[in-house]
């Protein structure tokens, strides 16, 4: 029998998306079934709760297996999250000195930290402070976020449903938009700020030549008002119902986001502009200039937690990584993340492998610019051979009483 | 065997819904099983594309049973939509005429129109000006709109599905911001000028005491700003995220919409404005008064569109009430519309009944004040008694490639 070695503790970080707890729910479950691992620990609102001690027994909230299969298809964050910035601990070592004072007071020998690129940075940071004071902890990564903006990872858990739930409300919308005999210009705003991703997963919605979306724009290029002129008059030659897919973030030559005029200029720990109203905006100049019907769509909160249109590659994927996350970290890893490397296209498959979290934290992965076409205006076939594996399957929810059935830690432990 | 006695027309007119094409292939179903009816044709986009005889045979496009089931579960308008309004035919019979020497052209004798109030005046005012020459033709309203906001029918073709997507996203929604240990207020803008249903169907979303939504704005009721302010300031006495879902067409009590001061005032057909805002107008609201983090969020046309995500229940009595239309139309009704009557809550069951479409065109139902909460913000038990039997049961898509498959009209038919 293996010695037991202490306890984990598992967290989650970042925005939240509708895989963040199948990673959960496979971190739990390989923790739980391994003889050197105690209590597997919940951290209630990532880091910044567990430094106030908002601590789950995840044995007690996780009763049965049919808890664990309800957690997968329950979108947003279970334990709740946060969006905590741990300082430099050369700065200021206050938060590391509680935080390890906690490790000890809890016996945790293992800490699973479940997030994007900024959560990296903190498991970075701690890892990084283990070494400096000689703590054993294992400080494990598992990474999340629908934009799929992480380095060295071939994609990221969350990003495949986020893609198939784009993809779906793009063609039903282009269905919608197809219904009037007269010319309209449909904007779809999709979440993005740097990286474009989940803009250009509205392609998949394409079914044949000629099919919406009609032209995307992604942030990675320049965006030019007289360039989308051009384009809506050009595709108005061919068909009179244009639907345009636009990340939230696309930026004019001169670095100025589109939406600006009208962003409320919201700031957040990261420093990040709230956006909002690109497709408003877009909308409106083509209702000016071409003097057409238009509507602005911004697909919003939905996009990342529509737990009830789960792609099952996705979710199963993110099961996966999270039950490899623990497997590291038995066998020794610390201070990596655990990413997906994609060893053949077809038939689809990828296999886990860890790399030092400092690849990952606060990088950013855009789309390779040989994936956009010349135009500015839409990604090549390579993107769409990239991204349709991912968007397989179906994960369908637990219904009671006509709607999805979701699990929700109760709220005295909030 | 019956005599033959001509051909039936079916047509597709208004906003589009997730269950419309449901309806229409009830129609051409009873339509082609009937002996009595020739061949089954399609107005592509409304009348307005009749009268430019933009026309198919159905028989020739929905060729397999696999089509029709395919149909089924395809949103938005398969044959296309219009929102052309008949002037009376009192004051010029021009469009008549034409409309019915059309009518002899092609053999028609069974007129199917299924859309919502609007389309119904177009039913209205055919019938009548049948009546008047002395035509044989049939004209049957077939209901459809996710409004719910039709006379004479227990409930509308479409709004079980729009109710059930609704409640799924609020719910969804509600999760995502639970995921904060922060003071937050989402407000959710839900289709529905003048009638509350729609937004009344996000209390579906609660599946226990104190979940959200937490308040319910309807147009029903006059909207206060102040009355806002103290709700939400007693929500934050008992928790920290609210949700709050709200009809694009609440006003205040002088009359003018909430969402007036940033309305775009363009006016469609009918003659109604464009709304669009209100989630950002009472979002900024409170992030101005309370300081607190908000969203504003407009569920917008996946409202009406979503078809990956329909009621079983609402697509399967659209299909019947098609199939009933035809049939009262072959017992010699015209001028009539085919409602839902509910004959019994538990078990719940349905009858269908040919009502004068005089009694629906034009007209709007609200939703009863007995059902809204005195404090004009929640709606009561018996409105949610009302509304659980349409979101029961679910149709799911047919998947191609990780996507949801539609029946498409090919593109040369509009």
Redesign the interface.
């Known amino acids: 029998m293996t010695k037991l070695c202490g306890n984990a503790i598992v967290g ?1 970080s970042g925005g ?1 998306t509708a895989a963040i707890n199948s990673s959960l729910a496979g971190v739990y479950s390989a923790a739980k079934a391994s003889d050197a691992i105690g209590t597997v620990l919940g951290m209630v ?1 990532g880091l ?2 567990f430094l106030a001690e908002r601590i789950v027994d995840l044995g007690e909230t996780l009763r049965t297996d049919a808890d664990v299969d309800l957690l997968r298809r ?4 279970y334990l ?4 905590l910035k741990l300082p430099k601990w050369e700065v200021d070592e206050t938060l590391y000195q509680e935080a390890f004072a906690l490790f000890e007071k809890y016996d945790i020998r293992y800490f699973f930290y479940i997030g994007g690129n900024d959560s990296m940075d903190t498991v970075l940071k701690l890892s990084s402070y283990a070494e400096k004071i000689g703590s054993k902890i294992s400080f494990i990564g598992v990474p999340k976020t629908i934009d799929n903006d992480l380095l060295a990872t071939d994609h990221t858990p969350g990003f495949g449903s986020a893609a ?1 739930y784009i ?3 793009v ?3 282009a ?2 938009c ?4 007269l010319n309209s210009v ?1 904007v779809i705003e999709i979440m993005g700020r740097n990286a474009g991703w989940l803009t250009a997963a509205s392609a ?2 394409r ?1 044949g030549e ?1 099919d919406s979306p009609d032209l995307i724009y992604l942030p990675e290029c320049p965006f030019s008002f007289d360039r989308y002129l051009a384009d809506l008059k050009a595709v108005f030659q061919r ?2 119902n244009i639907v345009v897919a636009v990340s939230e973030g696309v930026c004019t030559e001169d670095g100025q986001y589109v939406c600006e005029s009208v962003a ?1 200029g919201k700031v957040d720990a990261f420093g990040h502009k709230y956006l909002g109203g690109t497709a408003s905006v877009l909308a ?1 100049y083509a209702a000016q200039k071409l003097s057409c019907k238009t ?1 602005g ?6 996009q ?6 789960l ?1 099952k590659t996705d979710a199963d994927e993110a099961f996966e990584n999270g039950k490899a996350a623990v497997g590291f970290a038995l066998d020794g890893e610390t201070g990596v993340t655990i990413t997906y490397q994609r060893v053949s296209n077809e038939p689809y498959k990828i296999e886990f492998k860890p790399v030092l979290v400092s690849t990952i934290a606060n990088g950013e992965k855009t789309i390779p610019m040989e994936w956009i076409s010349k135009g500015f205006n839409d990604v090549t076939e390579e993107f769409i051979r990239y991204a ?1 594996p991912l ?4 994960l ?1 929810p637990i ?1 009671e ?6 699990l ?1 830690l109760p ?1 005295e432990c ?1």
């Open positions: 989650q939240p609102n910044e709760g329950t979108p947003a964050a709740g999250s946060c969006r198939k993809a779906t409300t063609r039903e919308i269905e919608d197809r219904a009037y005999f449909t998949l919605a079914n000629g068909k009179k409320s409106d509507r769509i911004e697909l919003n909160i939905p990342r937690c529509a737990g009830h249109f792609s349709k968007i397989q399957g179906e369908p219904f009483d006509g709607l999805p059935k979701h929700v709220r909030f």
